[in-house]
């Protein structure tokens, strides 16, 4: 069974700061997708960026950034310039290619950005 | 906006009854899953169906059920109904699995269930 580890519960930068969210997860799988999503206050939950693992290149969505290291089985998240808005719960997640397209997801990270 | 639409947002019931809760897929997905969000488990899959087949089932008591109806849409059944049941309840959509962004998945606003 695949599983997804987000080490840091909290994490708190300054406004306009460069912060990074790790994740690690094992699987014995070589294709695959990874996601972060956000949930802030109000409970939705938003994809912020999405990565598929055949991929080499590293995905990017505006001020989003990963960095997928395959071999190491990581995969952290990269946020710049932050904005108050960025504050919420982030959320790795996990999916198999085919067949079985559940995600399984990390505890989360609690994201707060400091004015 | 992600075009999912979950109803009721909120619902109280007592122990022991049933409720059911309904989502909407985007229009053009043919997947629809069912996740748990709770305090002491997390985010869990519950179950997926595939254009009205299910096709995957995760952590979902015996007490649950669910169905995707020929117009797409789906409903998740919760019977004698326990404390513990109290969590939000999200459902997800996709296009399909077919890679290229159609396996990702857009998730409802939830239903957010508290057992009294």
């Known amino acids: 069974a695949q599983t997804v580890t987000q080490s840091q519960p909290e994490m708190s930068v300054q406004e306009a700061e460069t912060v990074t969210l790790s994740c690690t997860y094992d699987t014995s799988e070589s294709n695959y997708y990874l996601f972060w999503y956000k949930q802030p206050p109000s409970r939705q939950m938003i994809l912020v960026i999405r990565?598929?693992?055949?991929?080499?290149q590293n995905a990017t969505e505006n001020r989003f950034s990963v960095n997928f290291q395959k071999a190491a089985k990581s995969f952290s998240l990269k946020i710049s310039d932050s904005q108050l808005g960025d504050t919420a719960m982030y959320f790795c997640?996990?999916?198999?290619?085919?067949?079985?397209?559940?995600?399984?997801f990390g505890t989360g990270t609690r994201l707060t950005i400091i004015p | 906006d992600s075009g999912v639409t979950q109803t009721p947002k909120h619902l109280i019931t007592a122990t022991g009854q049933r409720v059911t809760l309904r989502c909407s897929p985007r229009?053009?997905?043919?997947?629809v899953y069912w996740y748990q969000q709770s305090l002491d488990q997390g985010l869990q899959f519950l179950i997926q169906?595939?254009?009205?087949?299910?096709?995957a089932k995760g952590n979902i008591l015996e007490r649950f059920s669910a169905q995707q109806f020929p117009d797409l849409h789906s409903e998740l059944n919760l019977s004698s109904l326990e404390l513990g049941d109290s969590a939000l309840y999200f459902c997800?959509?996709?296009?399909?699995?077919?890679?290229?962004?159609?396996?990702?998945?857009?998730f409802g606003p939830g239903t957010r269930l508290l057992v009294l």
């Open positions: 229009s053009g997905d043919l997947s």
């Open positions: 997640a996990f999916m198999k290619n085919f067949g079985n397209e559940k995600l399984t």
């Open positions: 169906y595939y254009n009205g087949e299910e096709r």
């Open positions: 997800a959509s996709s296009r399909s699995s077919a890679g290229q962004g159609q396996e990702t998945q857009y």
């Open positions: 990565q598929e693992a055949y991929k080499q």
